[in-house]
């Protein structure tokens, strides 16, 4: 009888697991879904100042910014709860964080190159984000992960209508609803779920 509850307890832990490798942090599109629509709001003050020449440079610096945020804030929440969920399906997600990130510096590279017009790389990035946002949907098993993409979509849709610069506007104040408010719900189950936080 002894054997039997160990066996269960154990296919129980693995189960809670299994659970808890679902469930991640979304303390990263909290950040973007913050560094972009405030580079956004001051490029336009730079326009309106007369000072474009130095929209490029602040966009260079909020990436950096944002990127050396990310990093930080990954090494610091490894340091207090212990090491990235594993298997599978986290490496099939990690990766495709990483192809988006790819896919954010080529972008940028090619717009600054001129070999993309603004509109153009705005829709290139919405659709990054409507894709890894689907592969967020799928790995957490959250359906409603899903109209984030759906509001992707419609971002990359609206990008290329719109005249500038409200196709900019439109794109980076976009990354309010939906990067940030479905980073902070994220961050708010994965503090509940994994580490018992309200």
């Not at 940030?180 to 994220?186: D, K, Q, R, S």
Request: aromatic residues 14%; charged residues 10%.
């Amino acid at each position: 009888m002894e054997h039997v509850h160990q066996d269960l307890e154990f296919i129980r832990s693995v189960m809670e697991n299994a659970r808890k490798r679902r469930v991640v942090d979304g303390i990263h599109s909290m950040i973007w879904g913050t560094v972009v629509p405030i580079c956004t709001a001051l490029s336009f003050w730079l326009a309106e100042v007369q000072h474009p020449q130095f929209i490029s440079l602040l966009w260079v610096l909020g990436m950096i910014f944002g990127a050396l945020c990310s990093f930080s804030a990954g090494y610091i929440r490894t340091r207090r709860w212990g090491s990235l969920p594993s298997g599978a399906g986290s490496q099939i997600y990690y990766s495709a964080w990483i192809a988006f990130g790819i896919g954010v510096v080529g972008t940028m590279v090619a717009g600054m190159l001129g070999l993309l017009e603004i509109p153009e790389s705005l829709f290139m990035l919405a659709m990054l984000l409507a894709v890894t946002n689907t592969v967020d949907a799928s790995f957490c098993s959250m359906n409603w992960l899903y109209f984030i993409t759906a509001g992707w979509f419609v971002v990359a849709f609206f990008v290329l209508l719109l005249p500038m610069p409200h196709a900019a506007m439109f794109f980076g104040f976009s990354t309010i609803p939906l990067q940030w408010l479905p980073g902070w719900i994220l961050t708010r189950i994965y503090r509940r779920e994994i580490h018992g936080e309200i």
